[in-house]
């Protein structure tokens, strides 16, 4: 028999996981934040 919070915390996992990542449009790429970053200036 499983208990309350568990019930409620695989509920909530399943609602969580089951959504489909949102897609997120900035104004930036990857590779532009990347542009002049070097091993000194990542820290």
């Known amino acids: 028999m499983k208990s309350d919070s568990?019930?409620?915390t695989?509920?909530?996992?399943?609602?969580i996981s089951s959504k489909a990542p949102r897609k997120v449009n900035?104004?930036?790429?990857?590779?532009?934040l990347l542009v002049g970053l070097d091993a000194d200036g990542a820290l």
């Open 6 to 8: 568990k019930r409620q």
């Open 26 to 32: 900035l104004p930036f790429s990857e590779a532009e």
């Open 10 to 15: 695989e509920s909530a996992v399943g609602r």
